[in-house]
């Protein structure tokens, strides 16, 4: 039987990954630093139920970069915002999920990773004929997990977008989901500028070999007070 030692408030950081130009925004995260306190897959699952982040991360190793990463019902061996964020935490150079080994770069107030779209879990890409429709839309019933997207200004790359995970976890809405932008940008075949939710932003930028470079602003809220 596996004992877990429980988390207190120094233990998680609260960041918010994606954040607009103002540092208002961005989607929520937790980050365990030291996973030792939630050994086990069962734990760490309750532990990201309970905080009811769209993801939770689990640092088991900060000095080479390994994660693992948690939505209130699932255990994901990618996601973009865990990967922004906990790699602008623990400032590192590469970080490593169970999909893969991803680099990171800073570039002034933006950090940016290098990831492959097929490591993104599946989304149904939905596109719309304009932004407002994609802002008057109401959060559909559990289902498909669906990124809603328009153009906003094409020529520049500029694109509206609303994400409905669609899993019935308590998560109805995501604010700023970064596998689907790199899946969008795979598809589109091109560097995007994205709005998502209420205003957080992220940029992308196709690469050689089927890479994604994925950037965007995090701010440190502080330690989780429980």
């Known amino acids: 039987m596996t004992t877990t030692v429980p988390s207190t408030a120094s233990d998680i950081d609260v960041l918010r990954v994606f954040c607009a130009a103002d540092g208002r925004h961005g989607n929520a995260l937790g980050v365990v630093r030291d996973a030792r306190t939630h050994p086990d897959e069962a734990s760490r699952q309750s532990l990201a139920k309970e905080l009811g982040f769209s993801e939770t991360v689990f640092v088991d190793d900060p000095e080479r970069g390994i994660v ?14 865990p990967l922004v964020g906990a790699a602008w935490l623990l400032d590192l150079q590469v970080i490593c999920p ?3 080994e991803v680099w990171v770069r800073g570039d002034g107030e933006f950090t940016w990773i290098e990831a492959r779209a097929e490591w993104a879990p599946p989304r149904t890409l939905r596109q719309y004929g304009s932004a407002a429709e994609v802002e008057a839309l109401d959060v559909p019933e559990p289902g498909d997990w669906i990124y809603a997207w328009a153009w906003e200004e094409e020529a520049a790359g500029r694109i509206r977008a609303r994400a409905f995970p669609g899993r019935g976890d308590g998560i109805d809405e995501d604010e700023a989901t970064g596998a689907a932008a790199l899946l969008l940008t795979a598809e589109l075949g ?4 994205i709005t998502q939710g209420r205003g957080s932003q992220l940029l992308t930028a196709p690469g050689p070999d089927g890479i994604v470079e994925l950037g965007g602003r995090v701010r440190l809220e502080g330690p989780l007070a429980r």
């Open 68 to 81: 693992d990463i948690y939505t209130p019902g699932v255990r994901l061996p990618f996601a973009g915002h």
């Open 98 to 100: 169970p999909a893969g």
């Open 190 to 193: 091109r560097a995007l500028n």
